[in-house]
T-cell receptor, first 112, second 114 residues
């Protein structure tokens, strides 16, 4: 079963605009990871944020984590047509064991 | 990050047959996972395959249908048994690495069952 829900399900923006995607989850987590998947291709790991972190940056990406609200957001600044893809959040759960559960994903379309 | 390869990259199979998917990692990893991604959907965890222990299956997945082998720290196989068209999906292997268990994925195996 999926742990998280993402919204919006789909997002269409103009090149140069910022894109914000949100992820909510249900249980306590060890970390949260964001991935990108271009159509029909493999997953690219974007960023990992630990449960004790609140914000993390990587290039044009900014991720926030609010464990009290069980939510995270991914901001892509100055979007490009090449950012067109599906974006997934994935939460790592488990104490002694470990597994990562994926959200439903957001389809981002950046118009040139 | 680990480099992960999968074989085959795609296959078209007849219903009732079985397909074994191989996953090879370029470094030793303890934690390995198998996921399924049905068309237009997100990823669903099938099982966790840690070396030295039996695979742990998620709800809705059983060993008879998806037997997994994990003979060493760099290799695993997933078999999709007695296939039906509903098994048509992308199957991905994944490993967790590093102090914070960053998870990386193979390119996937696209399976079509006719």
């Amino acid at each position: 079963s999926q742990q998280g829900e993402e919204d919006p399900q789909a997002l269409s923006i103009q090149e140069g605009e910022n894109a914000t995607m949100n992820c909510s989850y249900k249980t306590s987590i060890n970390n949260l990871q964001w991935y990108r998947q271009n159509s029909g291709r493999g997953l690219v790991h974007l960023i990992l944020i630990r449960s004790n972190e609140r914000e993390k940056h990587s290039g044009r990406l900014r991720v926030t984590l609010d464990t009290s609200k069980k939510s995270s957001s991914l901001l892509i600044t100055a979007s490009r047509a090449a950012d067109t893809a599906s974006y997934f959040c994935a939460t790592a759960v488990g104490g002694g064991g470990f597994k990562t559960i994926f959200g439903a994903g957001t389809r981002l379309f950046v118009k040139a | 990050s680990a480099v992960i390869s999968q074989k085959p990259s795609r296959d078209i199979c007849q219903r009732g047959t079985s397909l074994t998917i191989q996953c090879q990692v370029d470094s030793q990893v303890t934690m390995m996972f198998w996921y399924r991604q049905q068309p237009g959907q997100s990823l669903t965890l099938i099982a966790t395959a840690n070396q030295g222990s039996e695979a742990t299956y998620e709800s809705g997945f059983v060993i008879d249908k998806f037997p997994i082998s994990r003979p060493n720290l760099t290799f695993s196989t997933l078999t999709v048994s007695n296939m039906s068209p509903e098994d048509s999906s992308i199957y991905l292997c994944s490993v967790a690495q590093g102090a914070h268990y960053e998870q990386y994925f193979g390119p996937g195996t696209r399976l079509t069952v006719t």
